[in-house]
T-cell receptor
Framework: DVKVTQSSRYLVKRTGEKVFLECVQD?????MFWYRQDPGLGLRLIYF???????EKGDIPEGYSVSREKKERFSLILESASTNQTSMYLC?????????????????FGSGTRLTVV | DAKTTQPTSMDCAEGRAANLPCNHS???????VYWYRQIHSQGPQYIIH???NNETNEMASLIITEDRKSSTLILPHATLRDTAVYYC?????????????FGSGTQLTVLP
């Protein structure tokens, strides 16, 4: 069963801490994504990556950075955590958009990491 | 990407068909219609997608109108486990990778 695995289900961090959220996929997907989900605001794209070492900003990149050193792993970094970054974080992966695989399978999401910054 | 409009919430009796509508009146010719659902506290799950023909898989059926301006996701025999938020998304198959934008979705509640 193919999957996207997020390293932590729940995480509590202190304001100002540097936080790493890890995501690993076993589907050999080229694209990987980080979203955050907040009540009333839906899913919002933070960053995405379409290849190793490549990244692009999404709609709300401020306060975040990402790292993709290997194809299967995409890390989201909160450089200095703040309380307004308390949220559910969702990682996803997909084949290239224009490929037959990309059309057929869409996105596969992880189960999410619920981060609380205190 | 074309914007989608869905009802905020719907109820359905267990065992009955759940029909979830979606309007996408500004859809363009190269945009597919995708449906995902999100069960509470889990990541979204792919259900089905289509371009212009009706589609069916083991989870659901997708009916797309001839003008492609709207579609309906059908869960033929809803169960309590189908209670979730259902997202209708239109997505191009060209350009960069970022064209998966989730709206507010429809909260489907299956009632016993």
């Amino acid at each position: 069963d193919v999957k996207v695995t997020q390293s932590s289900r729940y995480l509590v961090k202190r304001t100002g801490e540097k936080v790493f959220l890890e995501c690993v996929q076993d589907m050999d997907h080229e694209n990987m994504f980080w979203y955050r989900q907040d009540p009333g605001l839906g899913l919002r794209l933070i960053y995405f990556s379409y290849d190793v070492k490549m990244k692009e900003k999404g709609d709300i990149p401020e306060g975040y950075s990402v790292s993709r050193e290997k194809k299967e792993r995409f890390s989201l970094i909160l450089e200095s955590a703040s309380t307004n970054q308390t949220s559910m974080y969702l990682c996803a992966s997909s084949p290239p958009v224009g490929s037959a695989r990309g059309q057929a399978y869409g996105y596969t999401f992880g189960s999410g990491t619920r981060l609380t910054v205190v | 990407d074309a914007k989608t409009t869905q009802p905020t919430s719907m109820d359905c009796a267990e065992g009955r068909a759940a029909n979830l509508p979606c309007n996408h009146s500004t859809i363009s010719g190269n945009e597919y219609v995708y449906w995902y659902r999100q069960i509470h506290s889990q990541g979204p799950q792919y259900i089905i997608h289509g371009l212009k023909n009706n589609e069916t898989n083991e989870m659901a059926s997708l009916i797309i109108t001839e003008d492609r301006k709207s579609s309906t996701l059908i869960l033929p025999h809803a169960t309590l486990r189908d209670t979730a938020v259902y997202y209708c998304i239109v997505r191009t198959t060209s350009g960069s990778a970022r064209q998966l934008t989730f709206g507010s979705g429809t909260q489907l509640t299956v009632l016993p």
